[in-house]
């Protein structure tokens, strides 16, 4: 069966031939434009400062609601929180303060369509929309530092092939700009400039948390590992394969910095494989559960250091 990140390469390379015209991505204004900048992070009275930085993933990104709401269990609790592609959505969810049974129903039950609205175009077939509205909706509307947790959302800028870390503004679009996967979502324009999948440059956003001000990362990261009994017929086979290698080179490179990396067993999900959710939320859970004593030693060793 063809992976649908092989089919998004199809269609696009169709559309390449049967769309004459260029076509660029439409002008979204809003009244409060991401940008960047320095997040104000909570007070610890000398307690580390944790963060999360969940990484990309699409669908397999529902594994993030099963790790969070574990670690919300055992008392653990962020400081910050740095998201990338879907790790950005979930994350920002949290901290807006829908966790536990609510951050699981709303998983569970949003509709595929809810999030993704479909166009002809030759820079991605799905246009992005939906997610933004989607985002907005659930935030109540409320720009990034207006959530109850700090949260950076990263992406990539197209154009310069730079990490860019929005802090502030336009939730659904800063969201929306990170999640936005090359040939499947077009890039997204602000501020004049292109952006694209966070997960392209930092598919787990350790060294932004690290710049951020964290003392303690959690990464968790879900990227999809190459497999080796996959078939690989074709070109679309070679490419697909030869990306997810080069997704987990790059995040295996950012996780050694990080003071715990949890990786859910997700299996091979694909992309937007909603079905799978509740699967890859029990497998958050489950690789979550394992290193709860690590983490909390790691917090007590670092905390008696700082006094």
């Known amino acids: 069966m063809v992976d649908l990140f092989a089919k998004s390469i199809v269609f696009t390379l169709t559309a390449l031939i049967l769309i ?3 076509s660029t991505s439409p002008r ?6 991401p940008g960047s900048g320095p997040v104000e992070l909570p007070e610890t009275d000398g307690r580390p400062v944790v963060a999360y930085a969940l990484g990309s993933g699409a669908a397999r990104g529902f594994a993030h609601v099963g790790v969070l709401n574990t670690l919300d269990n055992a008392g653990i609790t962020p400081d910050l929180i740095v998201g990338t592609s879907s790790g950005s959505l979930i994350g920002a ?4 303060g829908i966790r536990g049974d609510a951050l699981t129903k709303l998983a569970l039950e949003t509709d595929r369509n809810e999030v993704i609205d479909y166009t002809a175009s030759k820079r991605g077939w799905i246009t992005g929309n939906s997610l933004q509205a989607f985002v907005n909706d659930k935030l109540d509307n409320r720009l990034l530092e207006e959530l109850e947790i700090p949260v950076a959302v990263v992406s990539t800028d197209l154009r310069s092939g730079r990490k860019k870390v929005f802090t502030y503004g336009d939730s659904g679009l800063a969201i929306r700009a990170a999640s936005s996967f090359p040939g499947l979502f077009r890039p997204v324009e602000i501020g004049g400039r292109e952006f694209v999948d966070g997960g392209v440059l930092s598919p787990v956003p350790v060294e932004t948390a ?3 001000g964290a ?8 990227t999809k590992p ?3 009994e996959r078939e690989i017929d074709g070109w679309i086979d070679v490419l697909h394969q030869s990306y997810l290698i080069m997704a987990r080179a790059m ?3 950012e996780t050694a910095r990080a003071d715990i990396v949890i990786r859910p067993e997700i299996g091979d999900m694909s992309l937007l494989e909603f079905e799978q959710r509740q699967i890859a939320i029990d497998a958050g859970a489950a690789a979550t559960r394992k ?3 690590k983490l909390k030693h790691i917090i007590k060793v670092k905390w008696n250091d700082t006094q």
């Open 28 to 33: 979204h204004p809003v009244e409060h434009t």
């Open 226 to 228: 190459p497999s080796p």
């Open 291 to 293: 290193i709860i004593p």
């Open 93 to 96: 969810l949290y901290a807006a």
């Open 251 to 253: 995040s295996a490179v």
């Open 210 to 212: 690290i710049e951020l």
């Open 20 to 22: 004459s015209c260029a």
């Open 215 to 222: 003392d303690i990362v959690v990464a968790v990261d879900v």
